[in-house]
């Protein structure tokens, strides 16, 4: 047992590294672009406001409908939705200027500001997926 742990953590440790650069620079431009283009509405620290802006802190919803989210972050979205049990039903404006990178960017920042740990968002993955979204 105590061999095994040997050789899992440099390995861990390993992986971590080499992701890295790449996970910083859409963490950092995610950051930015949800500045720009998200707090207005849900706030810097994710909070939300009131019922009237959902909050991405912990939000089931997130988590619950991860394709869906890179789709209104595009296209926007309208109808009543259920975050941690609280109905909210106002219409979201999407970015559709966002590019498949800047969607990966941003849907990286939120995972991991927010309290849902998803790690870095594949862009191709990402690009796909918006391939599917209705308009
Ligand atoms: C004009 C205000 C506004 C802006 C700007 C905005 N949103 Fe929203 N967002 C909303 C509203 C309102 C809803 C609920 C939509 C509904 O009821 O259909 C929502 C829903 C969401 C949800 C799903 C519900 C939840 O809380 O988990 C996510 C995730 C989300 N927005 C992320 C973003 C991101 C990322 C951006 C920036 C690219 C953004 N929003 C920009 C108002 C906004």
Redesign the pocket.
């Known amino acids: 047992m105590a061999n095994r742990l040997y050789w899992l953590l440099p390995l861990a440790l390993l992986s971590a590294c080499q992701n890295e650069p790449k996970y910083t620079q859409y963490y950092n431009e995610g950051q930015q ?2 500045e720009k ?6 706030q810097s620290e994710g909070t ?1 406001l009131g019922l ?5 802190v912990n ?4 988590d619950a ?1 991860a394709d ?2 890179l789709c ?3 296209y ?6 259920t ?1 941690n049990g609280k109905e ?8 559709p200027l ?1 590019t498949d990178l800047e ?1 990966a960017e ?2 990286t ?2 995972y991991n500001t927010f309290g849902h740990e998803r790690g870095i968002q594949d862009v191709k993955e990402v690009g796909e997926q918006l391939k599917r979204c209705e308009k």
């Open positions: 672009l949800y283009h998200c707090s207005n509405c849900h939300g009237v802006y959902p909050p991405l939000a089931d919803y997130m409908h869906e989210v209104l972050i595009r926007g979205r309208k109808g009543p939705l975050v909210y039903n106002q219409p979201m404006p999407g970015v966002l969607v941003v849907a920042y939120i």
